[in-house]
């Protein structure tokens, strides 16, 4: 037994013990509530508790959620419980200093928001400013070549047109596959329960006939945007597109990534599409900078694809495919991302250029994994997804 | 009863259950949670539940999952060509319309499905509900309802409670991810395929007259196979059909005769690419390493 680690005198209990181990589990990614500690504790009482293997399986039942949570658990319980004799000082961790983006990914991304948010604040009143901030603009310029600002790059009313654009492939993204049915004016079939309910009223006499079909279910759009280096030239058209999607889809949700992820879904709810952008561009810091294509498609298939991606959403990918991490991180990350079951659109601009071949080293690895790989890279080349989108 | 006892008993009735399920199943029982099942396709994720009513000599009520399952389906429904009936027969009777409908929205015209007919027997049943990432998000919503409160709500009828709580096994291999709602409801354990002695422990119990040697040859062999590259990996069932096509064609040694273990093949390889990946060559070769 001494292998298991020995706790404080001021230990309070095996209460205490257990919460900092649920503690220490959800620093390590597990997602578990308050009520877990009750069931843990209450698991312990039906094994023998003084025996490791048998704590350990039955811990590992009650908190352990999927594959890779089992995996790793072994690791984490001898971590708590087994560290060689050591005399664990801290036994419930300080909950301040937390910032897990797995648990708190909204809440990360409304900070962001609203951090944003107030940093643009003297942007309110463009009007004055912008006669005397010439001369600034010109010195941030000079100092920071690679911080680029998206206003520079998109204007209001390529906006609208985007807004146009999404606004109808959003509706070509229409999901007919719901096998349900549901009350309808005109539908395929009798709907029984209201015709028994309304035939009451005419002695039995089924004279109305209600009618139920299979409704059209809308599709999530998750648009992740590349704004490495290598795509500047193509960022004034995907931006637009993107402020417009997000305008016209209340459901979309978007993301640029170059070095890492940003979720910039809050930002461009914003009502002003130019203040919007700002925000957007205050986000997206280190633009035009070098891209890692695979890690923030892991990162995104891991964090926020959990809470946003189902079967019902088409993740629109809008990027080059020219990737510094090896390709088989993107190709697990999409394989990943393929398991929540919703469908991968891969918009390439170079695709549009004769002769293109996908030899790209991530290109190649995405390409099993897409559901649709298209070229795009004006407004003009969107909306003529329409009937591809359609299909899919 | 400890769960060593469960885990004895499931013997018993033939299913080799590893200590990490036996633990779980336990909690199951004892903390009366549900429990998620997740693992490919044949390592014995339905079969848990058929042995484990057998254990508590219960009945097992199995809920198949698939895309477009609704409460009609899964928990109630009415029977409405009785209740036409009735209602036409009420109408010659000269019955109010009061009577009539208190009449026929009674339970005598309800049609019980199986999360309704789990909560209504006398003796806890064994719920499986198979195959449950098969069904769409609204579903788990459905089944989020019934696990956490044991009851079920029929707006004519009113809610009815459980008489008793089933004990709900749900399995999933991975079609698509689970919500995390339904994933805390539920106690978790992951079946992977078995390891060598496991496995020679399930084929010992399910086929008890196979010589050891072959046996051993067999399992040997399958292990191996799991290890090429493959589509569809063979599962515990596959490794069972193995066994009783060598039973009925009386081989008693693998590396025999190779025309007859290619013949067998069939029963572990499901998939036209795999049969022709699994060359005479290959199979030769992984039946001689595994002897």
Redo the contacts between chains.
Sequence with gaps: MSRVTRFAGRDPGPAARMSGFLAHLRENGL???VA?TG?AL??LT??VAADP??CK??L???C????E???QFDDLFDAFWLNGGKVSQKIVPNLSNRASDHVHSSRHAKGEAAGAGQANAPDGGTGEAESDGLGKLVATEIANLMKKDLRDLVQADEIAAAEQVARRLGAALRDR????RIAARKGDRLH??K??RQ???T??E?LRLPKKRRPDRTRKIAAICDVSGSMTVYAQVFLAFLAGLLRADPQADAYLFHTRLVRITEALRDRDAMRALARMSLMADGFAGGSRIGGSLEQFAKTYA?RFV??RTVVLILSDGYDTDPPAVLAAALTRLK???CKIIWLNPLKGWRDYEPVAGGMAAALPHLDLFKAANTLADLAALEPELVRL | MAWTDLQTAMAAQGYVASDDLSVALHLALSLGRPILLEGTAGVGKTEVARVLAAVQDTRLIRLQCYEGLDASQAIYEWNYQRQLLAIRAAGEAGQTGADVEARIFSEDYLMERPLLAAIRQDKAPVLLIDEVDRADEEFEAYLLEVLADYQVTIPELGTIKATTHPIVILTANGTRDLSDALRRRCLYTYLDYPDRTTELAILNARCPNVSDRLAGQIIGFVQKLREEELEKVPGIAEMLDFTAALMGLGIADLTDDPAVLQATLTTLLKTQSDQANVTTEVAQRIAGRAA
Aim: proline share 2%; aromatic share 2%; glycine share 14%.
């Design positions: 997602r578990l509530g877990e069931l209450d698991a039906h094994v293997a048998q399986r039955a590992k039942a009650v352990s959620g999927c594959k949570e089992a995996a596959r719901s096998r349900r029984f329960r015709v028994i035939s009451l009223a002695g039995g089924p959990k189902d079967g398991k929540r079951g």
